[in-house]
């Protein structure tokens, strides 16, 4: 059984597993959650920004896990992982996911 609350960072540490809590907690995502859900989305695009593909895949499948992702971008992340999220999305955007990149950088 996956954890959402507490130690959501660690164990939401690949964008499916983000998706998959997502589907079935995304009526859950205020307070400490949110927060762990955006420490879920910043590490993943921090860290493994070279998933991108798989992470485009699945919000071309499900636009609410798109807005989810984009609007976990958000003020409780660290100022640094900011802006290493946004260099990522200007100087290393994958072929063809240059709209998904675009809204990351916004």
Known sequence: ???WIGDAAEILSTIA????SYTRYRQCDDAA????SSESVGRILVDHWN???R???LARRNRDFRCFVLGHI???LN???VNKIRANAESRCPTGLRD?????RE
Do not use: S, V
């Open 100 to 104: 998904l990149c675009r809204d990351i």
């Open 79 to 81: 100022l640094e992982d």
């Open 74 to 76: 958000d003020e409780t």
């Open 17 to 20: 597993r983000l998706c998959k």
């Open 1 to 3: 059984m996956e954890l």
């Open 55 to 57: 992470l485009a895949y």
């Open 51 to 53: 998933t991108q593909p």
């Open 33 to 36: 959650i949110a927060e762990g």
